[in-house]
């Protein structure tokens, strides 16, 4: 028996079907996001812009 659904929020694709089920099964879902990130430390949107910034890094 699931009493409770704790996920977490990996955008619409991922989460969506996870949150339909719970609500149609009648189970609270506890919703995780991840903390922003500290202030100067590097963020990547994808592979290739992580990549891009290794290879600037050690070039």
């Given at each position: 028996r699931i009493d409770v659904l704790?996920?977490?929020?990996?955008?619409?694709?991922?989460t969506a079907p996870k949150l339909t089920?719970?609500?149609e099964a009648g189970i609270p879902?506890?919703?995780?996001?991840?903390p922003p990130?500290?202030?100067?430390?590097p963020v990547a949107?994808?592979?290739a812009e992580a990549a891009d910034w290794v290879r600037r890094?050690?070039?």
């Open positions: 704790v996920t977490k929020d990996s955008g619409a694709a991922a089920a719970a609500r879902v506890v919703l995780v996001r991840r990130a500290p202030e100067g430390v949107a994808d592979p890094l050690f070039a």
